[in-house]
């Protein structure tokens, strides 16, 4: 079980569950009630929980760290697309700084740790016109796992499985929280270019990276060519023209 006593120096509320269907789902509800910026809905399990795209993610009972922060950043609405790469730098920046291996970045959402994902991050947007209201952030990372279903066990790993180690998940939550404040002031202060910037120099897959885009039921093959300061992917397809994209996931092309 989690030692909440590791996180009373936070300075933040933490709504701890032993069991919960999704922290996002109790993070809006907080939200909508006027909880402050920077509280944390933490689980030892979800029963449901959410990727992106309507997926569900694998929430082994105290293995991992699953998690969703309550944002509310003086950003601009139009800021906002690049609050994902923040979040992915904060959270691969957290599991280099503690296992001491570093992680790639796949856009927009997932932290590899070699070619497997080890965490995964959902970002939704509650606004008025162009003020954000507040940002619900789910973060979910394979700690302690030592084994994953078949249909995962090819694509998904964990820090143990990777390094042999076991690591304490509060510690691992401290380093995420802190990251995370660090890039969403960069964020606010430097704006969405610096962040782009960041993204690109950690990320293998921001440009000339082979890859097959998934939207759907549509496949769209191509080489990423960068990304835009909104946070959008470039791809150009085989036909030589340059697409950009809003949503889909991204995997390596095999051919």
């Known amino acids: ?35 402050p910026g920077g509280a944390v809905v933490l689980a030892e399990e979800q029963t449901a929980g959410r990727g992106r795209l309507g997926r569900s993610w694998h929430s082994e009972p105290e293995a991992g760290l699953y998690f969703s922060l309550i ?32 992680c790639d970045l796949r856009w927009p959402n997932d932290v590899l740790l070699g070619e497997r994902k080890c965490c995964g991050i959902l970002t939704e947007l509650a606004a008025e016109g162009e003020r954000v209201r507040y940002i619900l952030a789910g973060i979910g990372v394979n700690v302690n796992h030592a084994a994953f279903p078949a249909q995962l066990a090819a694509t998904a790993t964990s820090l143990r499985l990777e ?19 660090r890039y969403l002031q960069i964020l606010v202060e430097r704006d969405a270019p610096a962040i782009v910037e960041l993204f690109t120099r950690a990320s293998s897959y921001a440009a ?32 030589g023209s340059v697409a950009p994209i809003l949503a889909g996931s991204v995997r390596p092309a095999t051919d």
Do not use: F, W
């Not at 609405?77 to 599991?95: E, N």
């Open 208 to 239: 000339g990276k082979r890859v097959v885009v998934v939207n759907g039921t549509v496949e769209t093959s191509g080489r990423t060519t960068g990304i835009t300061s909104a946070g959008t992917l470039l791809l150009e397809r085989d036909d």
């Open 1 to 35: 079980m989690l030692d909440l006593s590791l996180l009373a120096d936070l300075g933040r509320p933490i709504h701890y569950y032993a069991s919960i269907d999704t922290t996002m789902r109790r993070a809006a509800e907080l939200a909508e009630a006027g909880e």
């Open 163 to 181: 390094t042999g180690c076991e690591y304490s998940r509060e510690a691992l939550l401290i380093e995420i929280l802190k990251e995370t404040d």
């Open 71 to 102: 944002l509310r950043p003086p950003l601009e609405a139009a800021q906002v697309s690049v609050v994902t790469l923040a979040l992915g730098l904060a959270a691969g920046r957290a599991i280099h700084r503690v296992t001491s291996r570093p």
